[in-house]
């Protein structure tokens, strides 16, 4: 389905070890456009809140844990197809799976410290956007 936006965030280990320019440049390159940015620390419990959905998940625990652990960069892209151009440049969850030249395959460590997220629909895009910029300018 084509769209135009979807929600990002470099996580705590990306950010942590100074990759976020780096990130950011091969989003711009890949040429999607930021409308939103800002960097965050989340409490485990916000953390918990945004990765609500995989709660009966077993990996859900060190899942908040991790992403409460160091500032996140989150980000509203744009950009046609976003939703699906975005995910095939992050590359596969597990970085162990993930294509030559994707993020992930650049700077994830592991399935959970994975360097990045990405929307999986356009519906969740909407959720996930709303709930770190709701309210905010986006330009
Ligand atoms: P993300 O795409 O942000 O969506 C959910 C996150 O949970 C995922 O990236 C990983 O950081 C983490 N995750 C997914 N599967 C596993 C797993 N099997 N073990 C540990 N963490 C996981």
Same mark, same amino acid.
């Given at each position: 389905? #084509? =769209?135009? @936006? #979807?929600? =990002?965030?470099? !996580?705590?280990?990306a950010?942590?070890?100074g990759h976020t320019g780096a990130i950011i440049k091969l989003i711009e390159e890949a040429g999607f456009r930021v409308v939103a940015?800002? !960097?965050?620390?989340? =409490?485990?419990?916000?953390? &918990?809140? *945004?990765?609500?959905?995989?709660?009966? @998940?077993? *990996?859900y625990n060190d899942l908040c844990k991790y992403?409460?652990?160091g500032p996140i960069v989150p980000m509203i892209l744009e950009k046609d197809n976003a939703v699906a151009d975005f995910r095939t440049l992050i590359g596969a969850t597990n970085p162990a799976q993930a294509a030559? &030249? #994707?993020? @992930? !395959?650049? *700077?994830?460590?592991?399935i959970e410290s994975n360097a990045i997220h990405g929307s999986d629909s356009d519906e969740n895009a909407k959720i996930e956007g709303d709930f770190f910029f709701a309210g905010?300018?986006? *330009?």
């Amino acid at each position: 389905m #084509t =769209t135009n @936006r #979807t929600y =990002t965030m470099i !996580k705590p280990d990306a950010v942590a070890e100074g990759h976020t320019g780096a990130i950011i440049k091969l989003i711009e390159e890949a040429g999607f456009r930021v409308v939103a940015i800002k !960097k965050v620390h989340l =409490t485990p419990a916000q953390a &918990g809140q *945004f990765y609500a959905v995989h709660q009966e @998940r077993p *990996f859900y625990n060190d899942l908040c844990k991790y992403m409460s652990s160091g500032p996140i960069v989150p980000m509203i892209l744009e950009k046609d197809n976003a939703v699906a151009d975005f995910r095939t440049l992050i590359g596969a969850t597990n970085p162990a799976q993930a294509a030559e &030249g #994707t993020i @992930r !395959k650049l *700077f994830a460590k592991s399935i959970e410290s994975n360097a990045i997220h990405g929307s999986d629909s356009d519906e969740n895009a909407k959720i996930e956007g709303d709930f770190f910029f709701a309210g905010i300018e986006q *330009f």
